[in-house]
């Protein structure tokens, strides 16, 4: 990558793609196309031809996303979405000759059972959680591809595996939001309504670990700069929180006092989730900087202001 590449973000809209394109920006890139979705459909081939005509560099990070809720509603269009984006994508990119690919997978792809820290060569040795299993999946066909396409024509495509992302402008509609936005709209709610106790899903011994949105965009864009490997490597700050723990941490930063009352019908998840993040140190000197509770109050501070302000629901 030079100052001059054209740089084509999908996804560079959104919550995660936003703060990659601002990177970009702070390190002097300004050759950025951001294809929007509405314009864009990536599930055809021809749209992902004509997005990628003339780019240096692509990176991928368009994505059919939510939480347990609609990972069970919705399977299919999961698999299908995410895998065929990717897929077409990674494909024109090649014809065309893009010069680097950077795919942004997803941690859902690790097997449930993953001794813990996750370490990127135990990706294959078991299946999914079953509740994002089709997502993981569809994603994790994306790194076979880019491998392939290595082995086969040479191809430079690099294949990144970020953990759980949270921060300001994060999604927080309830039928698609993950954990942490899910939780602080429920406490905001609570709080607006005078309720003595939220309920939370399943019962509060599963761990996640996160990383601060802006921290996992200098990884991505650090990756993009300097590595050029064949091997997945994951992005996070190799720490790890129970979600009772982080239902008692988020309650705390927004004041709420009341009980929480646990559902054990509802699902778990994926019982740990916890990275070894030594090789992206190794390989680019990736480094998260920001502390879960700096996060977590930047998080809820923006959310509670664009609350005020009527600008979210």
Same mark, same amino acid.
């Given at each position: ?12 809209? @959104? ?7 601002? /990177?970009?920006?702070?390190?002097? *890139? ?15 081939? /021809? ?19 939510? @939480?347990?809720? *609609?990972?069970?509603?919705? !399977? ?6 995410? +895998? ?15 010069? &680097? ?6 941690? =859902? +792809?690790?097997? &449930? ?48 595996? !970020?953990?759980?992302? *949270? ?6 509609? !309830? ?10 709209? &429920?406490?905001?709610? +609570? ?10 899903? @399943? ?47 988020? =309650?705390? +930063? ?14 778990? @998840? ?20 920001? !502390? ?22």
């Amino acid at each position: 990558m030079d100052k001059n590449s054209r740089i084509v973000v999908t996804g560079g809209a @959104g919550f995660l793609g936003s703060c990659v394109v601002e /990177e970009l920006k702070k390190r002097g *890139y300004s050759n950025i196309f951001v294809p929007r979705s509405k314009e864009n459909d990536l599930r055809t081939p /021809e749209t992902c031809r004509k997005i990628v005509d003339k780019a240096d560099v692509v990176i991928h990070l368009a994505a059919k996303v939510g @939480g347990i809720g *609609y990972n069970l509603n919705n !399977p299919g269009s999961l698999f299908y979405d995410n +895998a065929i984006m990717g897929i077409n994508l990674i494909e024109a990119a090649r014809r065309e000759g893009v010069k &680097k690919f950077v795919c942004v997978g997803t941690i =859902c +792809a690790y097997p &449930k059972f993953t001794p813990v820290p996750f370490k990127e060569e135990n990706l294959w040795s078991g299946y999914p959680e079953e509740t994002n299993a089709p997502y993981g999946l569809a994603k994790k066909m994306l790194l076979v591809q880019l491998q392939s396409y290595r082995q086969q024509y040479g191809f430079n495509g690099i294949y990144l595996l !970020p953990v759980n992302l *949270y921060g300001p402008g994060d999604n927080f509609n !309830p039928e698609s939001s993950h954990v942490i936005p899910a939780l602080v709209k &429920k406490v905001y709610d +609570a709080k607006e309504r005078g309720d003595k106790k939220i309920t939370v899903w @399943g019962d509060g011994s599963p761990s996640r670990e996160f990383l601060y949105v802006e921290d996992a965009a200098k990884g991505i864009v650090d990756a993009a700069e300097h590595y050029n490997g064949h091997e997945p490597v994951n992005l996070g700050i190799g720490q790890e929180i129970s979600i009772k723990d982080l239902v008692t941490t988020i =309650c705390k +930063a927004m004041n709420f006092n009341g009980t929480i009352e646990w559902d054990t019908s509802k699902p778990n @998840g994926q019982p740990r989730r916890c990275l070894d993040v030594s090789r992206a140190h190794s390989l680019f000197k990736f480094k998260a900087n920001t !502390p879960f509770e700096d996060g977590l109050r930047k998080t809820v501070m923006w959310y509670e202001q664009q609350r005020k302000n009527n600008k979210l629901l």
